[in-house]
């Protein structure tokens, strides 16, 4: 019994590590901005595909794969910005969104005439012999997933706390018109956030390809369960984001392993109902307060 929850609870913080990812690109935008960027999953697809791509299709060997794979959906974080969110600048935040939902459906469809609708995995990181741990077992990939999420974390921790751009970027998400007031420059803060969200997004989509499957539309529920973890952890919020992802990913195991897995899908809206019902700031955001 023991062993059968530890497993569930190694395979939700696997899957979980990549909606923290997932829910850390949201955020980024969400700060810089104050728009969700529904092309987030998208991102994550985009960096899996195109790693399966230069493995598989055109023999380049991993390690460099995967540098070229991010640097590919950095640069489509940048393009997307750059030529769709850039000229409609003075759009309401619902002709923003509707701009995203646009490029997602843009990216997923140029994938499918790239590379198909077949499923695709890339090779295990460390092959596939599974570890034992109290009578559970776990595959050395998913080590890398946890691994990879801790190290990006304490990587954003630095930038943003030590770096000028990352301090730009938390003065713009607390007042944006106080840091141009002090010249800052909020443009290119918006570019660079969209760039460091697709970065974020295409190594989760990469770390977690050898486990599941990849595909054109991998990035949809992703995406959507990325989103779930951001509102779950408390919108605009680094911290926040994570622990969404992570305990969104072990209630998903929970659900599949004691319930039924048919119903693992529908536990991220369940969950993000419960929380525009009851708490609508997020498990660990704080509630807006306004002087009057």
Known sequence: MISQLIQFIFSGITTGSTYALAALGFTIIYNASGVINFAQGEFIMLGGMSAVFLVVGAGIPLP?????????????????????????????????LIITIGASLTIRGLVQVWLGKGSHALPAFSGD?????????????????????????LALGWFFGRTLFGKAMLATSHNKLAAQLVGINTRLILL???????????????IIAP?????????????LKG???????????????????????????????????AYK???PFVLILLILFFKPSGLFGSSASERV
């Open 265 to 267: 899908d529908a536990v």
């Open 211 to 223: 486990i599941t499957y990849t595909s054109y539309d991998a990035g949809i529920m992703l995406g």
């Open 192 to 206: 660079l956030s969209f760039g460091m969200s697709a970065v974020l997004g295409a190594v989760g989509g990469i």
């Open 129 to 153: 012999t599974p570890i034992e741990f109290f009578g559970a077992s776990i595959l050395p990939q998913s080590l890398w997933v946890i691994g990879v999420m801790l190290v990006i974390v």
């Open 64 to 96: 460099f794969a995967v540098i070229l794979a991010v640097g590919i959906t950095g640069l489509a974080g940048l393009l997307l910005e750059k030529f769709a969110i850039e000229p409609a600048k003075n759009a309401e935040v619902v002709g923003l």
């Open 227 to 261: 989103f779930v973890a951001a509102v779950l952890g408390g919108l605009g919020g680094g911290a926040g984001a994570i622990l969404g992802g992570l305990i969104l990913g072990v209630v998903e195991a929970m659900t599949a392993g004691y319930v039924s897995s």
